[in-house]
C-alpha cells in the first residue's frame, strides 16, 4: 500500500511595505468614506444639539407652523376671541446656576456673532450703503473656523499618506467626495427636518455651500496640477491628449466656470446669469465628470436623488393664486394675495413669479410682512412689499401703476421688455404732483396670476421668550421688522411675548417713510391694544435741510433724526435693567465669570431680542453690538437673543 505524504501549506513572502505598489483605486476610496464619516458625525452633532430648541418650538406651536400655504373655508383662529394682556413682566430672583448658563451662552455668544470690520478705503463707501456706518467681512469669526475645519478636513485627508508625487488620484477622489456635500446644503426644502441644522434656514448655512463648492475646486487643481507636472515631467505628451485627459480638462473647465459665475459681483450684480450658469454649468460637469472616470458615478447618483428630492417637496409647496399690485408710492409696490389663511409666519418668505410680460421666468424672495388671521373679521391674504431694485421690479412697479383695476393680459408689453406702463408711470407721477391721481392704498392696482413658493426662512427665535425686542431695519429691511412685530402682536394675543418693541429704521429719504405710515400706525394700534409699547425712531441716510414733518398718520412718539445710528447705542438703551440701576456697559470692567459666581442667586429681567435686517453692513454692525456686550449685562438683562437677516446675495 503505498504510503501518503502531506506537503505543509507554503506561505508566499510579504512584500516589505516601502517595495509594495501603490494600489490608488484601492487606498484613496478609503479616505473618501473616512471625510464622508467626519462631515456626518458634524451634521448628526449639530443636530443633537439643537433638539432642545427644536422641543421648544413644538410646545410653542412654531416648529412646522410655517409649512405651506393653506387656502380653507374652515375658521383658523381661536373663536372665543383673543388671549387676555398678560402682566408685565418684572425682575425675578435667578439661581446661580441659571446665571452661569446664561454667562457660558453670552460667552458663545461673543464668539459666534463676532465679525472683524474691514479697513476704511477710499473709494469702497459705494459698496457699503447708506445705512452703514462702515465695511465688515462677510464671515464671522465662527463662520470662519467652520469653513477652515473643512478646507483643513478635507485638504489632510487628500495629502495623509499620499504618494502626490507619483499619483494625484487621491485629490480627485477628494473632490468627488465633497458633492454630496454641496448638494446637501443647496437644498431649500424643510422636510422632514431643515438640513443641517433644525433652527437655521437654507440662506444662513449657504456661505458652507458656496466654500464647500471653492474646496472641491482647490482639490480638483490639485488633482489636475499632478498628473499634468507628471506627464510633462516623463516627457509623456500623448498623455496628455489622450482622451480620458481630454474630459478631465473639459469637466475641470465647467468646474472652474462654476466658480467664476458664482462669485459676488456676479451674483449681486447679474443674479439671473448666475443662475442660468449654475445649473447649465454643474449639469454640464456632472456629464463629464462621469465619462472621465466610473469611480464618480457612486457620489452622483446620490447627488441627483438629493437634488430631485428639494424639487419634489418644493413642487408640493408651489401655490397659484390671484394677486393685486397696488403702487404705494413712486418705488415701492404692495402685492396682495387674498386667498391665503394659514401655514406662514411673519418674518418668512416666499419667491414670487408674476405671470406677466418678460420676467415670467424669474422668481424673487420677498418677505411676508403680516401674520395670519386670528380672529374672527380679520383681513385675509398675504402681504408683500417689492422695493423698485433692479429692472424686474422696476416693471413689476410700471405694471402696477398702469393697473387701474386692469388684469395683467391686457397689459401691452414691448419685445425688449420694458412695458408700456413705463410710459403711463411718467404721466401717473405728473398727475400726482398736480393732485389728479390716486396714489398708495387707494390706487386700484392691477390684478395679476401669481406663482409662490414657499415660505421659507423666518425668525430662528421665540419672541414670546422676551420682555424687550429692538428691531433695526436698513432700507427695505423694515418689511422683515414690520412681520416681527406682526409676530410679537400674535405672541402677544396668545398671552405671552415682550411689553416693549422699539423699532429703529434707517432709511434713505421721506417717501418710503409716508408710504408705510398707515401700516406703522395700525400696528401701533394693535401693540397699544395689547398693552404692548411700541415705538419707532426714523433715521434719514440722507437727510434734506430743513428736516422735513413727519406724518400726522405716524403715532406722536415717533422721532426722526438726521443721522445715521449707533446701533451698539441702540442696544444699550434697549436693554433691560432694573429701575434705578447703572448699566455697566461704558465701562464694565466686571470679570466675565462674575456675573455667575458673585452670589447664589441675582435679579434679572425678562431678555432682550435683537432683531436686524438689511444692508449687510448694518447687519454686521448689530452683530457686532450684541457680541461686544458685556457679560454681566447680559445676564442681568435676563439674555440677549440675537437674529440676522442680511440682504445680500
Not at 282 to 298: D, E, K, L, N, V
Not at 467 to 474: D, F, P, R, T, Y
Request: charged share 15%; proline share 7%.
Amino acid at each position: 500500500m503505498p504510503t501518503t505524504v502531506e506537503f505543509a501549506p507554503r506561505e508566499l513572502p510579504t512584500v516589505p511595505t516601502d517595495l509594495q505598489v501603490y494600489n490608488s483605486y484601492v487606498i484613496d476610496p478609503q479616505w473618501q468614506i473616512k471625510f464622508t464619516i467626519i462631515w456626518t458625525s458634524v451634521l448628526a452633532f449639530s443636530t443633537l444639539v439643537s433638539i432642545p430648541y427644536v422641543l421648544r418650538a413644538a410646545r410653542s406651536g412654531r416648529l412646522y407652523a410655517g409649512l405651506a400655504i393653506i387656502e380653507t373655508d374652515e375658521p383658523i383662529y381661536d373663536e372665543k376671541g383673543r388671549a387676555p394682556v398678560p402682566a408685565q413682566k418684572v425682575a425675578r430672583r435667578t439661581s446661580g446656576a441659571r446665571a452661569a448658563g446664561r454667562a457660558a451662552y453670552a460667552l458663545w455668544q461673543t464668539a459666534s456673532l463676532w465679525t472683524p470690520p474691514m479697513p476704511t478705503v477710499r473709494g469702497w463707501k459705494a459698496q457699503v450703503g447708506d445705512c452703514c456706518r462702515r465695511s465688515y467681512c462677510s464671515l464671522g469669526v465662527a463662520q470662519m473656523g467652520l469653513v477652515g475645519a473643512y478646507l483643513a478636513a478635507c485638504v489632510a485627508c487628500f495629502v495623509v499618506g499620499a504618494q502626490l508625487s507619483q499619483n494625484g488620484n487621491r485629490a480627485g477622489f477628494l473632490a468627488l467626495a465633497n458633492l454630496p456635500v454641496i448638494l446637501l446644503l443647496s437644498l431649500k426644502s424643510p422636510l422632514p427636518l431643515p438640513v443641517f441644522l433644525p433652527t437655521m434656514s437654507y440662506e444662513h448655512y449657504n456661505f458652507l455651500h458656496r466654500w464647500a463648492g471653492r474646496t472641491m475646486w482647490l482639490a480638483s487643481t490639485v488633482h489636475g496640477a499632478l498628473w499634468l507636472h507628471q506627464f510633462i515631467a516623463l516627457d509623456e505628451y500623448d498623455q496628455v491628449w489622450a482622451d480620458k485627459t481630454k474630459r478631465g480638462m473639459l469637466s475641470y473647465g465647467l468646474l472652474c466656470m462654476v466658480v467664476l459665475t458664482s462669485l459676488k459681483p456676479v451674483r449681486r450684480y447679474c443674479y439671473q446669469l448666475f443662475w442660468i450658469a449654475h445649473v447649465m454649468f454643474f449639469t454640464g460637469f456632472f456629464a463629464a465628470i462621469s465619462y472621465h472616470t466610473p469611480y464618480s458615478r457612486p457620489w452622483i447618483y446620490p447627488c441627483v436623488a438629493i437634488y430631485a428630492y428639494d424639487h419634489f417637496v418644493r413642487l408640493l409647496r408651489y401655490r397659484i393664486k390671484p394677486a393685486v399690485l397696488v403702487p404705494v408710492d413712486p418705488t415701492l409696490t404692495m402685492v396682495h394675495i387674498p386667498t391665503c389663511d394659514a401655514g406662514w409666519l411673519p418674518t418668512q418668505h416666499v419667491f414670487l413669479r408674476v405671470f406677466a410680460g418678460p420676467g415670467i421666468f424669474e422668481s424673487h424672495p420677498f418677505t411676508i410682512t403680516n401674520a395670519p388671521p386670528s380672529s374672527a373679521g380679520a383681513p385675509r391674504g398675504i402681504i408683500l412689499y417689492a422695493k423698485v431694485a433692479g429692472d424686474w421690479t422696476r416693471r413689476l412697479h410700471a405694471l402696477a401703476r398702469a393697473g387701474a383695476g386692469l388684469v395683467a393680459t391686457d397689459f401691452d408689453w414691448t419685445i425688449d421688455g420694458a412695458c408700456e406702463g413705463e410710459r403711463y408711470e411718467m404721466a401717473d407721477r405728473e398727475r400726482l404732483i398736480k393732485g389728479d391721481a390716486k396714489d398708495g392704498l387707494d390706487h386700484p392696482g392691477a390684478r395679476v396670476t401669481v406663482m409662490l413658493d414657499g415660505p421659507y426662512g423666518g425668525l430662528t427665535m421665540d419672541l414670546g421668550d422676551y420682555e424687550s425686542v429692538l428691531l433695526v431695519a436698513g432700507g427695505s429691511g423694515v418689511t422683515y421688522a414690520l412681520g416681527a412685530i406682526e409676530e410679537a402682536v400674535r405672541c402677544r394675543e396668545r398671552g405671552r411675548g415682550p411689553s416693549s418693541v422699539n423699532v429703529a429704521w434707517v432709511v434713505r429719504d421721506l417717501s418710503t417713510i409716508e408710504a408705510l405710515a398707515p401700516t406703522l400706525a395700525h400696528l401701533h394700534d394693535q401693540a397699544a391694544r395689547l398693552g404692548m409699547a411700541l415705538t419707532y425712531a426714523l433715521y434719514l441716510s440722507r437727510p434734506p435741510t430743513p428736516l422735513p414733518v413727519l406724518s400726522p398718520a405716524l403715532p406722536a412718539s415717533t422721532t426722526l433724526n438726521p443721522f445715521r445710528p449707533s446701533v451698539a447705542q441702540l442696544v444699550r438703551e434697549a436693554l433691560p435693567v432694573e429701575p434705578g440701576h447703572v448699566s455697566l456697559e461704558a465701562g464694565d470692567a466686571t470679570p466675565p465669570s462674575a456675573a455667575a459666581s458673585a452670589s447664589t442667586t441675582m435679579t434679572t429681567r425678562g431678555g432682550l431680542a435683537v432683531v436686524a435686517a438689511g444692508p449687510e453692513g448694518l447687519v454686521m454692525e448689530a452683530r457686532n453690538a450684541v457680541a461686544e456686550m458685556s457679560v454681566a449685562s447680559r445676564v442681568r438683562a435676563g439674555g440677549v437673543g440675537f437674529h440676522a437677516e442680511s440682504y445680500a446675495l
